[in-house]
Nanobody, 124 residues
Framework: QVQLVESGGGSVQAGGSLRLSCVVS????????MGWFRQDPGKERAFVAAISRSGGTPLYADFVKGRFTISRDNAKNMVWLWMDSLKPEDTAVYYC?????????????????WGRGTQVTVSS
């Protein structure tokens, strides 16, 4: 079993920045591609970003390109989501997910393990 714990969420004004962290335990971290998703109440979970097992081949949702950056450190068992130029529409619960495959995916059904999420609130 793989455990994922997100942190770093909070409240920020529009235009601000946050860094989300996800620490993974239980299995070999480098065996998993990692992804970030987000969900607003009443909405479906949406893909945000993903990264391959080796830390390359990042994928981004169109609505975050140029503003968010995903990175990982396999020695620390951690993945991060750096969020800049935040907008009120970025408000959501953000989830970290692990996929037992080389590359990440934009589909949440492709991921095997999930964290419990961290709330991000962006005010105008």
């Amino acid at each position: 079993q793989v455990q994922l714990v997100e942190s770093g969420g909070g409240s920020v004004q529009a235009g601000g920045s946050l860094r989300l962290s996800c620490v993974v335990s239980g299995r070999t971290f480098s065996d998993y591609a990692m992804g970030w998703f987000r969900q607003d109440p009443g909405k479906e979970r949406a893909f945000v970003a993903a990264i391959s097992r080796s830390g390359g081949t990042p994928l981004y949702a169109d609505f975050v390109k140029g503003r968010f950056t995903i990175s990982r450190d396999n020695a620390k068992n951690m993945v991060w989501l750096w969020m800049d130029s935040l907008k009120p529409e970025d408000t959501a619960v953000y989830y970290c997910a692990a996929r037992a495959y080389i590359f990440g995916s934009k589909s949440d059904s492709e991921y095997d393990f999930w964290g419990r999420g961290t709330q991000v609130t962006v005010s105008s």
